[in-house]
């Protein structure tokens, strides 16, 4: 029979209750559904178009970051700003649009072709 001493019975209460703590903060600290926010290091971000929806529907980003989107619809959709700092060509399945987003606001955005699809992305 192996014999433990009472230290390591302290030490492994110790770190059962640090591995716990940070499952619990990375579970707390999680963007909320439908918000994404973009890698600062990445420098690129995407929003998926499916079932006549941009997902996320809210994307937070840094100035400089590239946004693509794809089309995985069976249907064509576009992407075009409210206030025309971009616009996308009909974008068939599987095509692809990129924005670069420079400058700082909030731009809103929908489908031309499906104007209750919309979506936002912050630039920071």
């Known amino acids: 029979?192996?014999?433990?001493?009472?230290?390591?019975?302290k030490?492994?209460?110790w770190i059962f209750c640090l591995a716990s703590f940070v499952m619990t903060a990375s579970?707390?600290?999680?963007?909320?559904?439908?918000?994404s926010a973009a890698s600062a290091a990445a420098g690129k971000a995407e929003v998926k178009i499916d079932n006549f929806?941009?997902?996320?529907?809210a994307l937070k980003v840094k100035a400089g970051t590239?946004?693509?989107w794809t089309n995985g619809d069976d249907i064509p959709h576009t992407v075009v700003s409210d206030v025309q700092a971009f616009k996308?060509?009909?974008?068939a399945t599987g095509e692809k649009?990129?924005?670069?987003?420079?400058?700082?606001?909030?731009?809103?955005y929908?489908?031309?072709?499906?104007?209750?699809?919309?979506?936002?992305?912050?630039v920071e």
């Open 1 to 9: 029979m192996i014999r433990l001493r009472k230290t390591s019975w």
């Open 11 to 13: 030490t492994t209460d």
């Open 27 to 35: 579970i707390s600290f999680q963007a909320p559904p439908g918000v």
């Open 53 to 57: 929806s941009f997902s996320p529907a």
């Open 66 to 68: 590239q946004i693509t």
């Open 88 to 91: 996308s060509k009909v974008l």
């Open 97 to 108: 649009f990129t924005f670069t987003a420079d400058k700082p606001g909030t731009y809103s």
């Open 110 to 122: 929908s489908c031309s072709i499906h104007p209750n699809m919309t979506g936002k992305v912050v």
